[in-house]
């Protein structure tokens, strides 16, 4: 594979992760207290909506995209996968705990 396609597809996968995942955290977290009032989640939840929750499934595949070895491919994806189960089920516990 050419070295420059290689480095902006890594580029770009990171771009995805900051903008689907981090950035959506980040404002959830800094916001956690209106969160709170809001939705009067329990204090272990951080706030975190479960509105946004879709979007940090994004940050889990971007840095499995992005893992900088090719030849732990498997892994990358493990990483991915158990990401998302992790989102998921955040979901469904915020969900509740708004309902």
């Not at 990171?14 to 955290?25: E, I, N, V």
Request: charged share 10%; with cysteine.
């Amino acid at each position: 594979m050419n070295p420059s396609i290689h480095t902006t597809r890594r580029r770009l996968s990171w771009g995805l992760c900051l903008l689907g995942g981090a950035l959506p955290l980040l404002v959830m977290v800094s916001l956690k207290i209106r969160y709170l009032e809001m939705i009067d989640l329990p204090s272990w939840t951080f706030g975190i909506n479960h509105q946004w929750l879709p979007f940090t499934g994004l940050l889990w595949l971007g840095a499995a995209y992005a893992w900088p070895d090719s030849r732990l491919r498997f892994w990358r994806w493990v990483v991915c996968l158990a990401g998302w189960l992790f989102s998921f089920a955040w979901y469904l516990v915020v969900l509740r705990l708004s309902q």
